[in-house]
């Protein structure tokens, strides 16, 4: 299998294109490392460059950049918008293919220590990689940026850093690096230079004011345009999508009397992304992905099977699933196919809000309309990825019971291992059956609003969204049989029972 990631690092250098290309050449030198994107912005005073490629090389590509910038880049004499805490301000390492987030935070402890070993540049590390609670969040480890940061390590235990001395590195600062999931770094522009209302807005819009979940912003001030700037970083755009942020500044901008005059997304953004945005700016009838010509090429120079076959028979598409759950093989089994019914309910639901978003009668429930379409895309793709998933943790129980029991000590790893692959095989159908259950009472606050014509499909979802959900919950309770923690059992009981309950005051609710 292909393994690739992509690595952004972010370099405290956006006026001097020279520099900025000496770093650029010093990584694409590493053998098999793709250098898709690179950014400067004058104002923020800042680089920001996309690698990909297998992870050892787009590591070696990273320390090699960080070493160049510690070369060029002095921050006692830098001056930019954007916080800073070194030249080679962060890098983080995003799962891309055939490598999983802990690989990222593997790779980059290791690159981590080698920022030490070869530059003695103090290293921090983020996200999931950060090896406390409030190092996760990049603003925590940046506060008081490089000069803040130089006096602290003087004489604050609680702010040294994770790997090498407790005092920066007198021109490179530290280097913070971790791992996450993709992000998106989006900026919404707006038509004052006040940068005091887009402070307002960034708080009135981050999670950590009160404001949208994976949101991340601050106000900047863009003085070679006279402009202030609303500066956001998407940590997780499927479940807030693009749309839904600058849909909220627009908002919030009109409370002060300004309006934006643009946006820009700074380094590369996923197609799906865009693909969301359209789809709901646009109010685009019977959208869907198969539609983007790349999208639908792709799937046939990898052999995968088109969305449609060229009679327009769909039994195709279905076949490969049914026979793998005919089959005498455990998995997929009755799991998977709750998760399975969870999703083309989602899948459903969204037929019914797309159809009836464009009759004329439902014109006054179209935003509503579109916003559960978001809802219920990101939940289809969460059931979606759950019917491997629970496959996977049966094949984990499965193993566990296979392995070898001639010693006491080999019985009591073995029986270590059935336990916690039982729990792993019961977290799965949880999260199916909590997705489902929130999926059917959505479907049911949908029934006054959906066109007339559609109330039978909305009904059939409903069904679909039920039967994964008790089909989930039956999984959980045969698992749980099995597990002697009492304690963990008793919690799941009352999980599935406050599930149950669920279940029945919605469907109470949607037949008054």
């Not at 235990?157 to 913070?176: C, I, M, N, S």
Request: proline residues 4%.
């Amino acid at each position: 299998m292909k393994r690739l990631i992509e690595c952004v690092p972010n370099f405290s250098e956006g006026r001097d294109a020279a520099k900025v290309d000496a770093i650029v050449t010093a990584m694409s030198s590493v053998p098999g490392v793709y250098v898709l994107d690179r950014e400067m912005d004058a104002d923020h005073n800042r680089s920001v460059v996309t690698l990909a490629g297998e992870p050892d090389a787009v590591a070696e590509a990273a320390l090699l950049g960080t070493g160049k910038a510690m070369e060029l880049i002095d921050l006692t004499k830098h001056t930019g918008a954007h916080p800073r805490v070194g030249a080679t301000d962060v890098l983080p390492f995003i799962p891309i293919e055939g490598v999983t987030i802990e690989d990222c935070v593997a790779l980059a402890r290791r690159v981590g220590n080698e920022i030490w070993k070869r530059y003695r540049i103090p290293v921090f590390f983020y996200e999931a990689a950060a090896t406390r609670p409030d190092r996760v969040n990049l603003e925590n480890v940046r506060r008081g940026q490089f000069e803040g940061l130089r006096e602290e390590l003087k004489k604050n235990l609680e702010r040294q850093p994770d790997v090498g001395e407790p005092k920066v590195h007198p021109t490179a600062g530290v280097t913070v690096v971790g791992a996450r999931k993709f992000l998106i770094a989006y900026n919404v522009n707006l038509n004052t230079s006040d940068v005091g209302i887009a402070s307002k807005i960034a708080k009135a819009i981050r999670f950590s004011s009160g404001g949208l979940r994976y949101v991340k912003s601050m106000g900047v001030e863009l003085k070679a345009r006279n402009l202030a700037q609303v500066s956001i970083n998407l940590t997780d755009f499927e479940q807030t999508p693009m749309h839904r942020v600058y849909e909220m500044v627009k908002r919030e901008a009109e409370r002060y009397g300004t309006v934006p005059v643009g946006s820009e997304i700074v380094g590369l953004i996923p197609k799906k992304a865009i693909e969301m945005a359209a789809d709901f700016l646009l109010q685009l009838e019977n959208f869907s992905p198969a539609q983007v010509f790349e999208n639908r090429l792709a799937d046939a120079l990898s052999g995968a099977p088109l969305a449609m076959a060229k009679d327009g028979k769909l039994a195709g598409l279905a076949r490969p699933f049914l026979e793998a759950v005919a089959s005498p093989a455990a998995t997929p089994g009755g799991g998977s196919v709750s998760a399975f019914a969870g999703a083309l309910a989602a899948a459903l639901g969204q037929m019914v809000a797309r159809l009836s978003r464009k009759r004329k009668s439902q014109a006054g429930y179209a935003d509503q309309l579109s916003a559960a379409l978001d809802e219920m895309r990101k939940t289809a793709d969460e059931l979606a990825e759950a019917i491997d998933r629970d496959a996977a943790s049966y094949d984990a129980v499965m193993a566990a019971f296979k392995l070898p029991q001639g010693d006491p000590q080999e019985t009591r790893q073995r029986e270590e291992a059935i336990q916690k692959a039982t729990k792993g095989a019961s977290e799965v159908p949880l999260q199916v059956a909590e997705r489902a259950v929130e999926l059917f009472e959505r479907l049911g606050q949908l029934d006054s609003i959906v066109a007339a014509s559609m109330k039978s499909d909305l009904q059939v979802a409903r069904l679909m969204a039920e039967a994964g959900a008790r089909g989930a919950l039956a999984n959980i309770e045969i698992n749980l049989d099995g597990l002697k923690d009492a304690t963990y059992v008793a919690s799941m009981r009352t999980k599935i029972t406050t599930l149950r309950e669920r279940l029945g005051n919605a469907a109470r609710a949607t037949r008054a």
